[in-house]
């Protein structure tokens, strides 16, 4: 059995569909109007949740207000038979809310995030030793709550043998403490500049075999890069893959596709050990979910992708 433990956002998307974004200033007519659950960290729980094996268990850390939408998204969660025991409920507090505009032409999203109680979601040492007592783990991780790099480092002393899977999503410049990382040259970052407006896919895995063996000390990380619609890579130790981005026609909500990707490859890495499938299968994944309306309730599932990739 593997456990699966997300340390993450949880935020109530409100989702407005329009053919196209109104400019500065304008005023401009949307077509329709949703409500779905959201937020990377519960996204990618059910991602993990709809992919994991038989056995398998995940659960989620974090914190909803006590409002309406908190309740929601605890009980989307539930329905997914993930363990909401650590899911802080704050009163006072609203919990985070994503607003998403979507543009039907293209199914591209614009999104602004309040963070509410995920402002909250940080942990003590003490806090820290009660939510992960078992070392044996996969802990995951994006950037929408505060505190992610110090669980990770907390994490990496005091529980070494647990398995991080980091998605610094939306992007911010992080400590040099998280990994010993050194910041690139200017000229060698040109360098590298260069060679991805050349071509894309090689100079990604050009600057993949650059970082990977400086992101842990052991040398024992993947890197995986997503590129659009290029496609996505990993790097590890010992191997480089590559796999070209699912064609799809009809492109509706591509809010979902990131996280859906992320526990797809998660799930199918930890049980095959085979990151070359791992990636084709996470590829497929997103090429479902880009194929609905929302976030989470857009993810497929295990036998669904698993139906696509054996076709």
């Given at each position: 059995?593997?456990?699966?433990?997300?340390?993450?956002?949880?935020?109530?998307?409100?989702?407005s569909y329009t053919e196209r974004v109104p400019k500065a200033g304008e005023?401009?007519?949307g077509d329709s109007f949703e409500t779905h659950v959201g937020g990377k960290g519960l996204n990618q729980t059910v991602s993990l949740a709809r992919q994991a094996q038989a056995g398998d268990a995940?659960?989620?850390?974090?914190?909803v207000g006590g409002d309406t939408f908190g309740k929601d998204l605890?009980?989307?969660l539930k329905s997914y038979d993930?363990?909401?025991?650590?899911?802080?409920v704050l009163s006072g507090v609203s919990s985070g809310v994503a607003v998403i505009i979507v543009e039907r032409s293209t199914g591209e999203n614009r999104i602004l995030i309040t963070p509410g109680a995920n402002g909250e979601a940080s942990y003590t040492d003490e806090e820290l030793h009660q939510l992960f007592t078992h070392d044996k783990q996969v802990v995951v991780f994006q950037n929408e709550i505060k505190g992610t790099e110090y669980t990770i480092q907390w994490l990496s002393k005091n529980r070494p043998n647990a398995s991080i899977?980091?998605?610094?999503?939306?992007?911010?410049?992080?400590?040099?403490?998280?990994?010993p990382l050194d910041i690139l040259a200017k000229e060698e970052l040109s360098n590298y500049e260069t060679l991805i407006a050349d071509d894309m896919v090689e100079g990604y895995k050009q600057?993949?075999?650059?970082?990977?063996?400086?992101?842990?000390?052991?040398?024992?990380?993947?890197?995986?890069?997503?590129?659009?619609?290029?496609g996505s890579l990993f790097r590890s130790k010992d191997s480089m893959g590559f796999t070209e981005a699912v064609k799809v026609d009809n492109v509706v909500d591509t809010t979902g596709a990131g996280d859906t990707f992320l526990g797809a490859?998660?799930?199918?890495?930890i049980s095959s050990r085979d990151p070359h499938r791992a990636l084709k299968f996470a590829a497929l994944a997103s090429s479902l979910a880009i194929q609905k309306k929302g976030a989470s309730n857009s993810i497929p599932s295990f036998g669904e992708v698993e139906l696509l990739f054996k076709s």
């Open positions: 059995m593997v456990l699966f433990t997300v340390v993450g956002s949880l935020n109530y998307d409100l989702v005023t401009f007519k995940v659960r989620m850390v974090g914190k605890i009980d989307t993930v363990d909401v025991s650590q899911v802080g899977v980091y998605n610094p999503s939306p992007y911010y410049s992080f400590s040099s403490k998280l990994t600057l993949s075999l650059k970082l990977q063996p400086l992101l842990n000390q052991k040398n024992e990380a993947t890197i995986v890069i997503t590129l659009g619609t290029y490859f998660v799930t199918q890495l």
